[in-house]
């Protein structure tokens, strides 16, 4: 029988030192590494601060200056240089139904109703020039029309303060600007609205829909006063869309409520409209819809349509007692399309926008844009400027 030895093994002196010393090296430096690291990282984060990027399904809102529009135009809104109209070109014009418009530059406006009142308060109105945003009338703004320029509408959405409600409609501007075609020219209008949130969705959501109804009456408003000459064209996201139906309705003197346009003739101006991610009934320009009288005011009407779009699935709920389908998310039902062929169109951009309520994958996307933008900026009233000759202009055909 063997017996097992089971004294502990003697550690040479020579191999003991090295191996307590790095027991004692590792026992005092790591604690004191992540102290030293701990005391860096507080001093960083004193000096600068961490940049969040935006989610990579999500583009970034644009970067305008809050300035109050003290930042000269030039610097906010650049352009390319517009082709020179002479005199000899301008008295070669000659008048007829709907004259070729003309003008030497762009021309932005800014109103503003979100001012506590009646349903027919006086507007605080902007333009800009000199480099800046100046304060105007509205009789100043009927008065810019009277050259026949385009005039195309931006109305914005929900949950829009008045600073972000200039920042939108200048980047619309400038995606409209960048990918208009040759020589057309335009006169380009914000019409910021109250529609910050309020309260609960369930109860201030329904309070938004009804005060975009309130909106278009205001709009129409405004049209009604323009000259007759004066074609206009209407963009609107989301409840903005709203408005847009409700003005198309008030212009083809129809009423809601006890909301009517006095004097109304309908069919007196040309009229187009494009509907983005549009939060109204999708009935309402069938005959039994809320804007029955849209179709009578209006020549082409485009809704952009988005099967994914969450909130425009919810859009549901929004009246419960209706259950009532978005228009941008099934596009327009009960539309008698035989009677006007072609007056309206319909987009599926679902594969395009997805899954999101986000105004910025509209504005942003170049093939929704491009398709678009000759639409509401009447591109076939303009000749080319390669094609300009010294012969007079003739009538412009609406369609």
Same mark, same amino acid.
């Given at each position: ?5 089971t @004294?502990p ?17 590792? +026992? ?10 701990? $005391?860096g990282?507080?001093?960083?984060a ?6 969040l990027?935006?989610?990579h ?7 305008? !200056?809050?300035?109050?529009? &003290? ?7 650049p352009g ?12 070669e014009i ?7 418009? /003309?003008?030497?530059? #762009? ?17 605080q109105v902007?333009?800009?020039?000199r ?15 009277e ?8 109305? =914005? ?6 600073e972000?409600?200039e ?17 057309t020219?335009?006169?380009f ?6 529609? &910050? ?12 829909? @009804? !005060?975009? #109804?309130?909106?278009?009456?205001? /709009?129409?408003? %405004?049209?009604?006063?323009?000259p007759?000459?004066?074609p ?7 409840f903005g869309a709203?408005?847009?139906?409700a003005?198309? =309705? ?6 809601i409520?006890?909301?009517?346009l006095? #004097?109304?003739?309908?069919?007196? @101006?040309?009229?187009?409209? %494009? ?6 009934? =999708?009935?309402?320009f ?5 804007n029955?009288?849209?179709a &009578?005011a209006?020549?082409? %009407?485009?809704?952009?349509?988005n ?5 425009l699935i919810?859009?549901?709920h929004?009246?419960? $007692? @209706? ?9 327009p ?5 035989d009677?006007?062929p ?5 987009? #599926?951009?679902?594969? +395009?926008i997805?899954f999101? =309520? ?7 996307s170049?093939?929704?844009m ?8 009447y591109a ?5 400027v390669?094609q300009?000759?010294?012969?007079p /202009? ?6």
């Amino acid at each position: 029988m063997t017996m097992r030895n089971t @004294r502990p093994i003697a550690i040479p002196n020579s191999r003991r030192q090295p191996t307590a010393a790095l027991a004692w090296h590792l +026992t005092l430096g790591l604690p004191l590494a992540a102290l030293l690291l701990s $005391f860096g990282s507080i001093a960083a984060a004193g000096t600068s601060l961490p940049t969040l990027a935006a989610p990579h399904d999500e583009l970034p809102p644009p970067t305008v !200056q809050q300035d109050d529009g &003290q930042k000269p135009l030039a610097d906010r809104l650049p352009g390319p240089p517009l082709p020179e109209i002479t005199n000899k070109a301008a008295e070669e014009i000659q008048a007829g139904n709907r004259p070729q418009p /003309l003008a030497l530059r #762009d021309d932005i406006w800014l109103i503003e109703t979100r001012t506590p009142s009646t349903i027919q308060p006086a507007p605080q109105v902007y333009r800009y020039e000199r480099g800046g945003r100046c304060a105007a009338s509205l009789s100043e703004f009927l008065a810019a029309n009277e050259d026949g320029l385009p005039l195309c509408i931006w109305i =914005h959405g929900y949950q829009v303060c008045p600073e972000f409600a200039e920042r939108m409609g200048l980047a619309v501007y400038e995606q409209l600007r960048q990918l208009r075609p040759c020589g057309t020219h335009f006169r380009f209008l914000i019409w910021s609205w109250p529609s &910050q949130k309020d309260g609960s969705y369930r109860v201030d959501a329904p309070r938004k829909a @009804r !005060q975009s #109804d309130v909106e278009g009456f205001k /709009l129409a408003q %405004v049209i009604q006063k323009l000259p007759p000459q004066v074609p206009v064209s209407l963009m609107g996201f989301s409840f903005g869309a709203r408005a847009v139906g409700a003005t198309l =309705h008030f212009l083809g003197c129809g009423r809601i409520a006890n909301m009517a346009l006095p #004097d109304c003739e309908p069919a007196s @101006r040309p009229v187009r409209a %494009v509907l983005l991610a549009g939060a109204l009934d =999708h009935d309402a320009f069938s005959p039994k819809g809320l804007n029955n009288h849209a179709a &009578q005011a209006v020549n082409r %009407v485009c809704v952009l349509v988005n099967r994914r779009d969450p909130v425009l699935i919810a859009y549901r709920h929004l009246e419960t $007692f @209706r259950g009532q389908l978005a228009m941008g998310h099934t596009g327009p039902v009960g539309v008698a399309e035989d009677q006007c062929p072609g007056q309206f169109s319909v987009r #599926d951009v679902s594969a +395009t926008i997805g899954f999101s =309520h986000n105004w910025t994958r509209y504005i942003y996307s170049p093939e929704i844009m491009q398709s678009i933008a000759p639409l509401v900026l009447y591109a076939d009233w303009f000749k080319p400027v390669c094609q300009e000759t010294s012969q007079p /202009l003739a009538p412009a055909v609406v369609h």
